[in-house]
């Protein structure tokens, strides 16, 4: 597909990469194919051959993209890491993949060789500047360019190995091959209306499904081009989305809700064509972003084992709190948890997805057939089905996206969505942000509890104002019973909330 776009549309811009400096650089898909082959010849003269994996532990940076790209064509296979991620977390990944070389910055030096170091890892360190693919001394790229494959990989071969987000449980490692990006790519260019000239706006770190599946992958199917930032700024997102000339972007709700906090009143808008957005976001947020972006943002519905999406939002003007219907020639259902029993309309079920392993769906689990088997099902037609774990319930409009399994309570005999709660009390006067769980409760089974981030930390609201906002804006058993006021919420690096890091505070006022 990489070859094709190059062939198709060499001269058409490819990248446009911001550095944490602001310096901004510009390559065509035919300048970026010779920083790819240069890679293939650095990779190839250390040693790596088809089959191999390679580390990233890389923040956004063309570094990143072109040892992806580089791995494709010679038949070796990446592991993006988290580039904040410890040194526990990273010995544990290298010594679960095992890859033939590593690459990380200067910048986490330390974490990194203390993560390699017990495992005897060659390890490359790098700028995550545009210099790492100017400047052959670093050792990224070779003086050397690869003209002649050696080896042709095929659909079924390995791509990557994508750490799931752990905001429930530890990271699983989701095993990729060739054929499940080449079919992200093509199904969500489609899905997108991506043409080429368009641009994505990547902001979000590259070592996650969302900008690997949802910008890069439809963009090189098209011919399309990427506008990367080095770094996520919530202030300077819709001044980034205009300086890079995006007409796409991808987001989720979380970093959505910062981008509204924090960008300055005089911020002229953006003149986006298309925002994907994930995870829950209330109606007021969603008009007020789609008054910065230039457009509505639509949701959809996916996960890293998905691989493309599995509904998306296409309500004319679309609407904040569905994620729509299937994709054309996606088959899901909403099941009763544990089977293939379909759940009646209206009735909240669990999302499960028919499809290939390895094409439509991930192949399975790194070293877990435990867990593999458990996520699968097999029908009377030997369809293979995966079921998310997450829930959802039917409208006359589409799905509605309800939450995780463990999101969803019982609260004196009535069902409660947290991360519905979540979306909900973000929206309350000077709240930037909110995490809700559930804690035990003798009478009523289980109750909500509310972690709030201020708005103005000099300024935070009162549990009583927020008592008091609940009441005019939850259902009874919604309503939180503790209100805790934070500094900040534990969250992944796409922002994602952890809950399982979060307990209970001093200060927590408790009604």
């Known amino acids: 597909m990489w070859t094709v776009a190059v062939r198709d549309h060499g001269a058409g811009t490819f990248l446009v990469f911001k550095d944490e400096d602001g310096a901004v650089t510009r390559w065509t898909y035919a ?28 923040r956004n940076s063309p570094a990143f993209v072109a ?27 290298i010594g679960r993949t095992s890859p033939r070389i590593g690459f990380h910055s200067s910048a986490r030096r330390e974490a990194y060789l203390v993560g390699a170091g017990a495992h005897g890892l060659s390890t490359v360190e790098l700028t995550e500047t545009t210099r790492d693919v100017t400047d052959s001394a670093i050792g990224l790229v070779s003086d050397e360019s690869v003209t002649a494959e050696r080896y042709t990989p095929g659909p079924g071969d390995r791509l990557a190995v994508m750490f799931t987000s752990g905001t429930t449980s530890q990271p699983k490692g989701v095993v990729l091959t060739q054929a499940n990006y080449s079919r992200v790519a093509t199904t969500m260019a489609d899905a997108a209306e991506l043409r080429a000239g368009d641009r994505w706006l990547v902001t979000l770190p590259l070592f ?37 000339g ?4 991808s987001l989720f709700a979380a970093p959505m809700r910062m981008i509204l906090a924090r960008t300055p009143a005089d911020q002229p808008p953006a003149q986006l064509r298309h925002v ?27 996960m890293t084992e998905t691989v493309p999406v599995v509904s998306y939002d296409r309500s004319t003007p679309p609407v904040s709190d569905l994620i729509g219907t299937p994709l054309d020639g996606r088959v899901a259902r909403l099941v009763t948890p544990g089977t293939l029993n379909p759940v009646s ?5 669990m999302i499960a997805v028919a499809g290939s392993r390895g094409d439509t769906l991930f192949r399975e689990y790194l070293d877990d057939p435990a867990t ?24 006359p409009h589409g799905w509605r996206f309800v939450g995780r399994a463990d999101d969803v309570i019982k609260v004196a005999g009535e069902n409660v969505s947290l991360t519905e709660v979540e979306a909900t009390v973000a929206q309350a006067p000077g709240v930037l942000e909110a995490a809700v769980l559930a804690r035990p409760d003798e009478i009523r089974d289980h109750v909500p509890v509310a972690y709030v981030v201020p708005r103005d930390p000099s300024n935070p609201p009162h549990p009583d104002e927020l008592e ?23 969250r992944t690096s796409v922002g994602k909330i952890r809950r399982f890091k979060l307990t209970d505070t001093e200060g927590a006022v408790t009604r």
């Open 276 to 302: 994907w957005f994930a995870q829950s976001l209330g109606a007021e947020h969603h008009a007020a972003f789609a008054r910065l972006a230039g457009c509505l943002p639509r949701q959809l519905y996916g």
């Open 67 to 93: 040892l992806w790209l580089a791995a494709a064509r010679m038949g070796a296979w990446i592991v993006p890491a988290d580039p904040s991620a410890s040194g526990r977390d990273l010995n544990q990944q």
């Open 345 to 349: 309309p209206g009735e909240t079920g």
């Open 246 to 249: 995006a007409t796409h972007a």
């Open 372 to 395: 593999t088997e458990r996520s699968f099902h097999t029908d009377k037609n030997g369809t293979d089905w995966l079921l998310t774990g997450d829930l959802a319930v039917e409208t």
């Open 208 to 244: 996650h499904g969302n900008a690997q599946y949802y910008c890069f992958a439809p963009a090189i199917a098209v011919g399309g081009g990427v506008g990367l930032t080095a770094t996520f700024s919530a202030s300077g997102w819709v001044g980034d989305a205009i300086e890079l």
């Open 468 to 490: 008091e906002w609940a009441t005019r804006n939850l259902a009874k058993a919604a309503r939180p019973h503790v209100w805790t006021v934070i500094s900040e919420l534990p």
């Open 31 to 58: 300048e970026f194919d010779a920083v790819v082959a240069r890679t293939v010849a650095a990779l190839r003269r250390r040693g790596v051959v088809p089959g191999d994996g390679i580390h990233l532990c890389l």
